[in-house]
């Protein structure tokens, strides 16, 4: 199955925006200017889609009162399931007339169907793609008959175990689709977030190797926003015109404000979220001045040694990194330095022989040279041709060094440079 694939004119999958779906469901109200009205708000808001659903109370239920049909507890408590859905069902004569509308203010159109009359009616009105709730996620004959039109299926998983999922996709796969995005999902309405488990959405993309979304029924923006940071490419986010207009599901809807708020935050998550980078990003570039540096901290006179005394790493970044200070603690001042100054290879003495290495037995070797009164010493950590060049440099000799050198640090010293492979090469080449 694909890991990205199109809808409309948007691209579903990692490495693309979210496509963000404002579910209209019973919002409307009974009203279809009301229902124009929310396309038309959340297209406003930033949504991609509006998603309505296509079902009667009939074709998702029967008209009966005992107490398998009675809902004993959550938002819709002391409900009758099939008087329910009569209040909350969108009207299918409406329908072709809402995708109009969608399609003239520019919103991709998505409905549930809940059976096959539903599936066959969204055909003939010219549904682009179909969405699963979570409830039919058990439905295998209805997936497989959904998954059969060959278009992309976007699928919720709320109460669903593994297996449940495993075998729902193989569904769709079997009736031989190929876009398929399952989406997290915690059928409560509304969800609280210890009941969201957000990290299921990073191991549903392991698992699955689908593109993975999250239809959240949460109240706010958190878990959306969260969701996108962990992977999601799909947000699925009740939608009305206000709280205030009472139907089944108004009261753990978004309004256009709160949904518009939603949407700037998943895109600035993703703006944070970036692609892996490292060194100095452009904002960065004013302050990376004031990093630490070593800096002359107490006047120093020509031919006295370095001390943790009078170098210190401080800020700002003018001088070398702190890191050359196990380097240049002991070696002599090639000049006058003054309080505030500082410390570059332009300081060190000049006309030494600079060991490049980690080995201790070239540094006991430097030391030797430095005691017959040769000017000597040693740099372990990594130097440009242009910071030794400041030192003017007898010789460099390279043994045992963890850093390449590279043809330009060779050609820029013009032949002061030596490798050697071993200490015995280099002692001899020394005596040379």
Request: with cysteine; glycine share 8%.
């Amino acid at each position: 199955m694909k890991k990205e694939f199109k809808i409309g004119s948007r691209f579903i999958g990692q490495g693309h925006p979210a496509y963000i779906i404002a579910e209209m469901s019973a919002n409307h109200a009974g009203s279809m200017e009301r229902a124009k009205e929310i396309i038309r708000a959340a297209k406003e808001s930033g949504a991609d889609c509006i998603k309505i659903q296509t079902y009667t109370p009939d074709t998702i239920t029967i008209d009966c009162h005992n107490e398998y049909f009675q809902i004993e507890k959550g938002t819709w408590e002391g409900e009758n399931l099939y008087s329910l859905y009569g209040k909350a069902y969108t009207p299918w004569e409406w329908q072709a007339e809402l995708k109009a509308e969608a399609d003239k203010v520019g919103i991709d159109f998505l409905s549930t169907p809940f059976d096959k009359t539903a599936v066959d009616f969204l055909e003939e009105i010219g549904l682009e793609f179909y969405k699963i709730a979570s409830f039919e996620l058990v439905d295998i004959p209805l997936i497989s008959y959904v998954a059969s039109k060959g278009k992309p299926v976007i699928m919720s998983t709320g109460m669903a175990t593994m297996e449940e999922i495993e075998e729902a996709v193989e569904a769709v796969k079997a009736a031989g689709g190929e876009e398929l995005v399952v989406m997290k999902c915690s059928s409560a309405y509304p969800a609280v977030p210890e009941d969201m488990h957000l990290r299921t959405i990073s191991d549903l993309q392991e698992k699955l190797d689908l593109p993975i979304g999250l239809s959240d029924h949460s109240m706010g923006s958190m878990s959306a926003a969260t969701a996108v940071a962990l992977g999601a490419c799909v947000i699925e986010k009740h939608f009305c015109l206000g709280r205030e207009i009472e139907n089944p599901d108004s009261s753990f809807s978004m309004n256009p404000e709160e949904f518009a708020q939603m949407v700037r935050e998943i895109r600035c998550v993703e703006a944070a979220l970036g692609k892996p980078t490292y060194g100095v990003c452009k904002q960065e570039e004013t302050n990376l001045g004031f990093r630490r540096s070593l800096f002359v901290v107490k006047d120093i006179a020509a031919g006295e040694p370095f001390t943790e005394e009078n170098v210190r790493s401080i800020r700002p970044a003018n001088g070398l990194k702190p890191i050359f200070m196990q380097d240049i603690l002991g070696l002599t001042a090639g000049k006058d330095l003054s309080f505030g100054t500082p410390l570059t290879f332009d300081a060190l003495e000049k006309g030494a022989e600079i060991f490049l290495t980690e080995d201790e037995q070239v540094r006991s070797l430097c030391e030797s040279r430095r005691k017959e009164g040769i000017k000597a010493y040693c740099i372990r950590n990594r130097v440009t041709a242009e910071m030794l060049a400041m030192a003017e440099p007898a010789g460099v000799f390279v043994c045992n060094y963890r850093y390449p050198v590279s043809e330009e640090f060779l050609t820029s010293l013009k032949g002061k440079v030596k490798i050697y492979d071993t200490v015995v090469d280099l002692e001899t080449g020394l005596r040379k």
